[in-house]
């Protein structure tokens, strides 16, 4: 799907890129935001409190983004110096919630901006490249919001669940092979790469009714 829309649009690997760098280091940030709120000062103490997505993302991450449309990042935390008893869902919770306010933002803004524009036939080439980007940033985000909820380690809904969830946790710790891990990942993955259960699909169905709804209020 990445390679098909970089051939129909270029600029879409740009739109892509931009999106995941600039998303992935936020919701990064906003897990040690979160961590150093906890009393936990790991993120400070590796130095991963910077906007470098090198350190964020690694060099691996970043190639993959590149050439697939998919990458990853980490925020080293440690969970024994957190205060509250719900810290690590706390903690967890706060990447994806970042996800959930990009997305708000961009899709905000796209809205405003179609009302600002109007009915106009003749966009010109910047309007329509920032009404794209913003689409596509707004509904990556969502996926990126709804994926890490999945309650799958390493994905951060599992670690909110543990948290919430004795049950879940005790199954979690009675695994001995972490390689059954992986493979439930693979497959969640899979099944949310397929058509009829493609993420990107149930986000852009969440994100376009928000914008029409804004759009009519404001217009």
């Known amino acids: 799907m990445f390679i098909e829309n970089i051939s129909a649009n270029p600029a879409f690997f740009v739109y892509v890129v931009v999106t995941m760098v600039f998303s992935v280091v936020l919701h990064e940030l906003a897990h040690g935001w979160a961590a150093i709120w906890q009393g936990d000062r ?12 090198r350190v964020h993302m690694g060099a691996i991450s970043l190639i993959m ?4 449309g998919m990458c ?16 690590d869902a706390l903690v967890s919770a706060a990447g ?9 933002l961009a899709l905000t803004g796209l809205s405003v901006w179609r009302v600002t524009i109007g009915g ?6 910047m309007s329509e490249n920032l009404l794209q980007f913003l689409w596509v940033f707004g509904v990556s985000n969502i996926a990126l919001f709804l994926f890490n909820l999945i309650p799958v380690p390493p994905l951060d809904g599992a670690s909110v669940l543990a948290n919430l969830h004795k ?3 005790r199954m979690l710790r009675r695994v001995q ?7 439930a990942f ?22 376009n009714p928000y914008v029409r709804w804004v759009v009519s209020v404001l217009a």
């Open 186 to 207: 693979v497959v969640v993955f899979m099944v949310l790469s397929s058509n009829d259960y493609h993420l990107y699909k149930l986000a852009g169905g969440i994100a």
């Open 177 to 183: 092979d972490p390689r059954v891990f992986l493979i």
């Open 120 to 125: 106009s036939t003749e966009m010109s080439v």
């Open 65 to 68: 983004l590149a050439l697939m």
């Open 96 to 104: 994806p919630l970042m996800n959930l306010l990009l997305a708000f």
């Open 167 to 169: 049950g879940y946790a």
């Open 72 to 87: 990853y990042g980490a925020m080293p935390v440690d969970r024994t110096r957190f205060r509250s008893r719900y810290g």
């Open 42 to 53: 790991t993120p400070i103490e590796t130095g991963h409190m910077t906007v470098d997505p």
